[in-house]
């Protein structure tokens, strides 16, 4: 079994990293829009739905960790094995998404994490994910660099004009 603290400083070493530039995942996936694993170019060949299902599943991640840091935190209130049970839902699950877009370092170590959950007391469970929300909200800010926010503008709202005049179109 791994030990926490080699993963702790691997990831750590990727905070320093993703501070200053993107891991290759965020470039690979959000700036080159290329699809790197099973999401493919599904619709139209165009990324969106990688960039739609994939970041945002990495993104509230993080606010499940701290939520998980917290309860922790809480003392007694809740049992090592409810935690660990709740990390998997919280942040393990959504973790493959993350992973079948691209995201393959969040998804490394969220594997390691979950492979070692079991193990840790309440004192490493906190420093542990500590560190890989950090890493996360890391990542994150990235993945907002990248984003393509005026895709958007590919698919406008309709009003109620629009419809009516489809409705106008087909009595003619």
Known sequence: MEAWRVLKEEIEA???LTSNQPDQDILDVFKYSISKLGAGIP?????FSTWFYGAPDVTYAADWIY????????????SMPALHKMAKYWFVHPSHFGEYCGLFQQY????????????????????????????IMNI????YQYWPWGVSYAVPRKDRAYYEKGLELLSQ
């Open 14 to 16: 990727q905070i320093a």
């Open 43 to 47: 619709h139209d060949d165009q990324i």
């Open 67 to 78: 939520f998980l840091i917290e309860l922790a935190r809480s003392g007694e209130s809740y």
């Open 108 to 135: 490394s170590f969220t594997k390691r994490i979950d492979r070692m959950l079991d193990t840790l007391d309440r004192d490493s469970f906190i420093e542990l994910l500590t560190v890989f929300r950090s890493y």
């Open 140 to 143: 994150n800010a990235w993945i």
